[in-house]
Every structure is written in structure tokens, then in C-alpha cells.
């Protein structure tokens, strides 16, 4: 197994220290202005991770609606516009330049109808999928979380369904056990049958903690630390799964408490 963070917990420097993979969080590394993106900003990363050991992934832009997401890189892949579609395939570019693993993408928003939504999902994300073959780039769609009802694939099955619907060899899952548990309430059991019914197409997984209950807040999407929560981590064992978990976690300190807990139940 490969342990990875993501960008947001702490400086590039601090994270190379203690894992051995990066995910570059792009709507907070301020490499855009406005939806510009400042190429520069993007070979001065590259020049930081060179020096070292350690693979990254990427986190494109993706639909928020919280204070602090920047408004400019707010995307949704069931509602495409033109900028949009560009913000996506500009990280998938990234990820070429870089040599990143993967380029995990969300899926779309419920609009409406459900079906209809998850249609134009499926028609902009199998586009998008056949940019990132021609760059011989991974894209791994993630499960969101259940608590929020205009989520699309919050389901293991729906997610498949889509995976299967794009069709493409360079298109498979980010499982995010955090957004799973959510999903599944906190029932451990349903979150252990979520991670079967996945297990077979995973690219990436990401990896934080929750109470499994909706919450004021991020609807109760919280990224603690592992263990600070209700999830069984022992689950990942069963994955059977050796790429990157990567710890979806706002401090170094959580970082070091989600090593100890992946050595733990993941270590194979």
C-alpha cells in the first residue's frame, strides 16, 4: 500500500516528510485566477516533487457550495458548460505534465430529473474520460455522500453503473469510505457490502473519518482523522487493494494519527 494526503493538510514540504504520495488539491493550491490558470505556479510544484521520491495525484474542481470553495472553479458534471469542461481537462493536463497517477473527479449534480441528470453525466464524463485516454491519464470518479440528496453515485451500485455506462479503460473509482459511511448511516455492514460491490473497479481511494450522521455542517462530510469517527477501517483489508489511500484530512497531526490507523488495518 502507498500512503498519500492531500494538499490542504499542510505545505508540500511538511506532507513529503511524512507520506509518499501527494494529492494536489487544485481548488486550493492557487495555481488559478479566476479560471485562469497560471502555468508557472504549476512548474514551481513541479519543481518541489522532483526533487523527491514521492508520487502525487490530482484533485480537479468539482461542485461546492461552501463559503471558501472559489466560486470560479465550481464545476458539475451533469450541467457542463464550456469553462467547466476546460477547468477539468486542464487538471487532467496537469496530471500528464506531472506524471500523476490519477485525476480524481466528482460526479454530477441532481438537476430536476434524476435520470436525465445522470445522463448528461455519463455523456460529459465519457468526453472527458476519451480527452484523458489520448493523455494516457487515470480518472477515478468518486462516491459522494449520501447525506446530500442532489448528490449523484452516492450508491456503490449507481457508481458502477456509471463506470460501466462510460466504458472506458482510463475511467474507474475513487472510493471515498468517508462519503461510503455516510451513505450507509454509520452501519458498518452496508459500508463493508459498499466496499464488495467497488472493490473491483478502484483507482485511488481516499481515506478520513465521520460519525455517519448528518451534521449543520458539510452535511456531516467532517474529513477527521481516522478513528475520531464510527468507520471499521479493517474493511479496506478486504479491498485487496495496494495503489494509494490517501488521507482526506485537514492537519499533519491527523495525518500521523491516519498512518498509524492504515498500518493498522491496511497493511498489506
Not at 31 to 41: A, D, F, W
Not at 106 to 115: A, F, Y
Not at 150 to 167: D, F, H, P, Q, Y
Not at 260 to 267: G, M, R, S, T, V
Request: glycine content about 8%.
Amino acid at each position: 500500500m502507498i500512503i498519500g494526503a492531500s494538499s490542504f493538510a499542510g505545505t508540500l514540504p511538511e506532507l513529503i516528510s511524512e507520506v509518499d504520495s501527494i494529492e494536489l488539491y487544485i481548488p486550493k493550491l492557487e495555481v488559478y485566477e479566476g479560471t485562469k490558470l497560471i502555468r508557472s505556479r504549476i512548474k514551481s510544484i513541479q519543481d518541489i516533487i522532483s526533487s523527491y521520491d514521492i508520487s502525487t495525484s490530482i484533485h480537479a474542481p468539482y461542485f461546492s457550495d461552501a463559503p471558501n470553495y472559489p466560486l470560479e472553479l465550481v464545476v458539475d458534471t451533469a450541467n457542463l458548460n464550456d469553462i467547466q469542461e476546460r477547468l477539468i481537462n486542464e487538471s487532467i493536463e496537469i496530471a500528464q505534465e506531472l506524471g500523476s497517477q490519477v485525476v480524481v473527479i466528482h460526479p454530477g449534480r441532481i438537476n430536476g430529473n434524476k435520470e436525465r441528470s445522470f445522463e448528461n453525466m455519463v455523456t460529459n464524463l465519457s468526453r472527458i474520460a476519451s480527452f484523458a485516454q489520448d493523455r494516457d491519464v487515470m480518472l477515478g470518479l468518486e462516491n459522494k455522500e449520501g447525506t446530500d440528496p442532489k448528490n449523484l453515485c452516492i450508491s456503490a451500485s449507481e457508481l458502477v453503473e456509471a463506470i460501466a455506462r462510460i466504458g472506458s479503460t482510463n475511467l474507474q473509482a475513487t472510493f471515498d469510505i468517508g462519503h461510503a459511511n455516510l451513505t450507509c448511516k454509520g452501519d458498518q455492514e452496508k459500508l463493508r457490502d459498499f466496499s464488495r460491490t467497488i472493490k473491483d473497479h478502484i483507482a485511488h481511494v481516499h481515506v478520513h473519518d465521520n460519525t455517519g450522521s448528518l451534521t449543520e455542517q458539510y452535511w456531516g462530510d467532517m474529513h477527521t482523522a481516522p478513528g475520531k469517527g464510527s468507520i471499521d477501517f479493517s474493511i479496506l483489508k478486504g479491498l485487496g487493494f495496494k495503489g494509494v489511500y490517501n488521507l482526506e484530512v485537514f492537519s499533519i497531526e491527523d495525518i500521523k494519527t491516519g498512518k498509524k490507523i492504515l498500518k493498522k488495518f491496511a497493511d498489506f
